[in-house]
């Protein structure tokens, strides 16, 4: 068992700082945290434990900066009935097993938006078990009818039961859900400024909340220092409008224009654009053994939206939009962060899909090394943490992935789990063979 004070030596170490492997290191850990790493010609033996890492190389554990640990099962459209009607303890319990299998795929920190992963974030930092870091959103800020509201049940019982959001409207009712949600211990605060596209009221189409919601939300939320805002935005229109009420992170942003781009850009707003979940959209909504899948309609829209199936002209259309978002946040240099989206399995699996995301970023323009950094320094940022994470450098945590293989020279050390030989979390080894150490 890896934990404690100890030294890898004869390591090669990739930094995340720049993807270049630096052979013959040794790397000092001490109480979790990186204390010191050199060439091997300038190390000096000291009482702490040697562990000869010869044929190794290390880098920074990697960071999906989206992600729900809803410990549902569900599968389609209105997969979220049978989910809601669940007893919270086990998609409680459930959600354990997901950010434990992330763990397994490498993910070391995850920025969580869900009620578990305030829970999920003390259980793993006490290290009653192992687990990823979990920077936590808490439930969501979602208006009534919005992305997140089941409107095919009442809304007291979504109120109650809800795994990932909190519905909140108006001002008041904004600024007071911001509080309770970091009164519950969040790190960060997420909403939806659109909708998501998978209940009847939820169009991505649709602007959700007002400039004045969207800026109570984060003058609120900003008043406790170092708290970020992501906001989801599927649409240009809101897109300008959260950046202009000051959030931190725009999530999906299938819709910017060139001058978003570069506003994004200047502030250093962190675009996390769930690349393969969007770009493959329409596969994802389709029931099971369904061709193409109905648009749900709720009572309002019975008449004047019966029966709209999803054509493939407007999937195709859809999809150019994404990749050409995508293609234009690179191009103005905007900082892009991987996050997956993974919601419940089997609909998604759990670091199956997060190292789809990064295969994606690859295969729409990114190279392997501006995707490594988009899944540990800017995931980092997304984060809120980049102070502690996403790069292996003295003081910060000791968050390693250890493969035979340079995984910049050959990414399917990263996008198979299989290839991942050791993942360390605060120091103490977490996953061997892709087997929990403890
Ligand atoms: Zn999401």
């Known amino acids: 068992m890896i934990e404690g004070r100890y030294v890898l030596t004869n390591i090669t170490i990739i930094n995340g700082k720049n993807n270049r492997a630096k052979p013959d290191m040794f790397l000092k850990i001490h109480d979790g945290n990186i204390e010191e790493i050199g060439p091997m010609a300038n190390y000096v033996p000291s009482a702490s434990r040697e562990v000869d890492m010869s044929g190794y190389y290390a880098m920074p554990g990697l960071i999906d900066a989206h992600i729900h640990l809803a410990g549902g099962r569900g599968c389609g459209l209105w997969g979220d009935t049978e989910i809601l009607c669940e007893p919270k ?105 659109t909708g998501g596209g998978n209940w009847g009221t939820d169009r991505i189409t649709d602007t959700h909340y007002s400039q004045e919601e969207m800026n109570a939300i984060c003058e609120e939320a900003h008043r406790i220092a170092g708290t970020m805002v992501c906001a989801h935005c599927e649409t240009e ?42 770009a493959n959209w329409y596969d994802f909504v389709k029931t099971p053994g369904s061709d193409a899948p109905k648009l749900i309609r709720p009572d309002a829209f019975l008449y004047r939206e019966a029966d709209t199936l999803l054509t493939d002209q407007e999937k195709n259309r859809y999809h150019k939009q994404v990749i050409d978002s995508f293609h234009l946040a690179l191009k103005k240099g905007v900082k892009i962060a991987l996050g997956s989206d993974t919601v419940y399995e089997p609909a998604c699996e759990y670091g199956e899909q997060s190292m789809q995301e990064l295969k994606e970023l690859i295969k729409q323009g990114m190279s392997v090394d501006q995707a490594i950094k988009s899944a540990t320094e800017i995931a980092a940022q997304a984060c809120g943490m980049a102070h502690r994470v996403g790069t292996i450098e003295p003081g910060k945590a000791a968050d390693l992935l250890l493969f035979k293989e340079n995984p910049v020279e050959n990414i399917k050390m990263l996008t198979d789990k299989d290839n991942i030989e050791y993942v360390i979390v605060d120091g103490k080894l977490a996953v061997e063979h892709g087997k929990l150490a403890w």
């Open 237 to 278: 229109e809101t897109i300008r409008m959260a950046l202009k009420a000051g959030v931190d992170t725009i999530e999906h942003g299938e819709e910017l224009n060139e001058k978003l781009a570069e506003e994004m850009s200047q502030k250093g707003v962190i675009l996390v654009p769930t690349l393969y979940l969007l």
């Open 89 to 193: 303890e086990v998609r409680a319990m459930r959600s354990v097993y997901e950010a434990q299998k992330m763990l397994k795929h490498g993910f070391t920190t995850l920025r969580d938006i869900s009620w578990n992963g305030l829970y999920l974030k003390r259980i793993f930092h006490d290290k009653v078990m192992p687990g990823p870091k979990v920077i936590a959103c808490g439930p969501g800020l979602a208006r009534s009818g919005g992305h997140c509201d089941s409107p095919q049940l009442p809304l007291e019982f979504v109120k109650k039961n809800h795994f990932w959001a909190i519905l909140s409207d108006g001002r008041e009712e904004c600024i007071k859900n911001v509080r309770r949600v970091l009164r519950e211990g969040a790190d960060q605060i997420k909403f939806w400024a």
